[in-house]
C-alpha cells in the first residue's frame, strides 16, 4: 500500500498550470490502463472523486479503489488528488492519506470545523483542501488563508459527471482569487477546451476534465487537446 509521495515530487506535481483527469468518467472494466493512457500523454494529477449518496445522490469508490491505483501513479510521476464528496469527511482522512492520496479536498458545506479539518489532513502529510459548490459564496472561505493549499471551485453542481459548464464560474474565480492567499484554485466541472481558457483568465491553475477525457474517443489526444488550450505541452 503506497502513502503520499514526497512533499518536494509532491509540490512539483501540483506546481504550475495542470489539467487533472477526473477517473469518475473512466472505464473502470480498464481503470489501470485509462490512467496509463493519460499519463503517459502527461498528465500528473490524477483526480479521485469521492461520493457517498448523503452529501450528494450517487455513491462511487473509496480507499480500496484508491489504495490499488497509488503506486502506479506515484511510479509514473504523478500525485492522487481525492475530492471528498461525503459528510463528516473528517472520519475518512487517514483512511485516504493511507491509500496514497497526496491531497485531500473536502466541501465546506459538509463540516462545521473547516480549519480543524484542513489542520488534520496536513498532519497526515497530505496537501489540505476545502471546496466549495456554486451556491456557496467565496466568502464562506476567506478565513482559511494560510490553511488550505487548494480551493477547488465546483463549477457544476457536485454529484454526476458530464454537466454543463456553471457560465458565472469565471467571475466566481475571480472574486475567490483576491481572497485566495497563497492557496491554489482548482475548478471542477464542464471543463474542456471550450472553457479552460476562460477559468485560467480568471485565475485557477488546476483543472479537473471527466468526460471531456475520458469520453473521448482518444482519452490521451482529448487531454492533449484540453492542456494545449492553457499552453501545457507534454513535457511540462
Known amino acids: 500500500m503506497s502513502g503520499p509521495v514526497g512533499t518536494a515530487a509532491r509540490s512539483d506535481a501540483f506546481s504550475g498550470i495542470r489539467i487533472a483527469p477526473s477517473i469518475l468518467s473512466a472505464d473502470f472494466a480498464r481503470l489501470g490502463s485509462a490512467i496509463a493512457e493519460v499519463m503517459d500523454a502527461g498528465a500528473r494529477v490524477i483526480h479521485f472523486d469521492v461520493m457517498d449518496g448523503h452529501f450528494v445522490p450517487p455513491i462511487t469508490i473509496g480507499p480500496l479503489v484508491a489504495s490499488a491505483i497509488a503506486d502506479q501513479v ?21 483512511e485516504f492519506a493511507r491509500a496514497g ?10 463540516t462545521p470545523h473547516s480549519h ?4 488534520a489532513i496536513r498532519e497526515l502529510g497530505c496537501l489540505a483542501g476545502v471546496a466549495i459548490n456554486p451556491g456557496t459564496p467565496v466568502e464562506a472561505v476567506a478565513e482559511l488563508d494560510g490553511m488550505a493549499d487548494l480551493i477547488l471551485a465546483m463549477t457544476v453542481n457536485p454529484g454526476w459527471g458530464g454537466q ?16 485566495s492567499g497563497e492557496a491554489l484554485i482548482q475548478v471542477d466541472g464542464g471543463i474542456g477546451t471550450a472553457t479552460v481558457g476562460r477559468m485560467a483568465e480568471a485565475g485557477a491553475t488546476l483543472f479537473v476534465a471527466g468526460s471531456a477525457i475520458f469520453g473521448a474517443d482518444d482519452p490521451a489526444v482529448a487531454y492533449s487537446e484540453i492542456a494545449a488550450a492553457v ?6
Open 164 to 179: 454543463a459548464f456553471i457560465e458565472s464560474s469565471p467571475a466566481k474565480v475571480r472574486r475567490l482569487k483576491d481572497i
Open 116 to 119: 480543524r479539518a484542513l489542520g
Open 74 to 94: 506515484h511510479q509514473a510521476g504523478g500525485v492522487l488528488d481525492v475530492h471528498l464528496m461525503i459528510e463528516r469527511p473528517e472520519l475518512q482522512f487517514s
Open 231 to 236: 499552453g501545457v505541452s507534454a513535457g511540462d
Open 101 to 110: 492520496a497526496d491531497c485531500i479536498t473536502f466541501h465546506e458545506e459538509a
